[in-house]
Antibody, heavy 121, light 108 residues
Framework: EVRLVESGGDLVQPGGSLRLSCAASGFTFSNYAMYWVRQAPGKGLEYVSAISTDGGSTYYADSVKGRFSISRDNSKNTLYLQMGNLRTEDMAVYYC??????????????WGQGTLVTVSS | EIVLTQSPGTLSLSPGERATLSCRASQSVTSSYLAWYQQKPGQAPRLLIYGASSRATGIPDRFNGSGSGTDFTLTISRLEPEDFAVYYCQQYGSSPKSFGQGTKLEIK
């Protein structure tokens, strides 16, 4: 079974840091580009970050550029999102998603269940 | 950046009826790289349609996507009770891979 399981969400103060993880199973992780998408409470979806199969190419939304860093460890089948200088507007459920067929320009074919990041003092 | 505008914001229909959801892009979507997702409360989104008109694995044939350029449509031919949810379109042909704001499909 293809599966993505996020972890690492927590309550953090403004200005703080957090690292999210996404454990993949049931497919050859190194063959797929991966994404992070977030959803603020009661709001729509926002595309946050993406990484190519080998990690050599990354993308960040303007709203997180310079504060967030995406990475992957293909030997551990795990995707990461290092989040720094967190703001209240970063509070959201963060979803890990897999590209449908592997490429960078691809729909998100598989989604995790999400992990909640709360930013509050 | 391509801005996607979905309409209507809320659609109230009864089971068995036909639903038509619209997604309009501010610029032409590259190679019809347009997807539709369904999201139910408390759940992750689920891919329904990619490439504007291809159904994802396991998606019933009552879900149909169409369109090209800047105008795209998701049609649900005969609504089932489990179809009432929020639907998002997304273009993934150019960065940022933007989402529409969503259409809530509710039971009338």
């Amino acid at each position: 079974e293809v599966r993505l399981v996020e972890s690492g969400g927590d309550l953090v103060q403004p200005g703080g840091s957090l690292r999210l993880s996404c454990a993949a199973s049931g497919f050859t992780f190194s063959n797929y580009a991966m994404y992070w998408v977030r959803q603020a409470p009661g709001k729509g979806l926002e595309y946050v970050s993406a990484i190519s199969t080998d990690g050599g190419s990354t993308y960040y939304a303007d709203s997180v550029k310079g504060r967030f860093s995406i990475s992957r460890d293909n030997s551990k089948n795990t995707l990461y999102l290092q989040m720094g200088n967190l703001r209240t507007e970063d509070m959201a459920v963060y979803y890990c998603a897999r590209s449908l067929y592997g490429g960078n320009s691809d729909a998100a074919g598989v989604w995790g269940q999400g992990t909640l990041v709360t930013v509050s003092s | 950046e391509i801005v996607l505008t979905q309409s209507p914001g809320t659609l109230s229909l009864s089971p068995g009826e036909r639903a038509t959801l619209s997604c309009r892009a501010s610029q032409s979507v590259t190679s019809s790289y347009l997807a539709w997702y369904q999201q139910k409360p408390g759940q992750a989104p689920r891919l329904l349609i990619y490439g504007a008109s291809s159904r994802a694995t396991g998606i019933p044939d009552r879900f149909n996507g169409s369109g090209s350029g800047t105008d795209f449509t998701l049609t649900i031919s005969r609504l089932e009770p489990e179809d009432f949810a929020v639907y998002y379109c997304q273009q993934y042909g150019s960065s940022p891979k933007s989402f529409g704001q969503g259409t809530k499909l509710e039971i009338k």
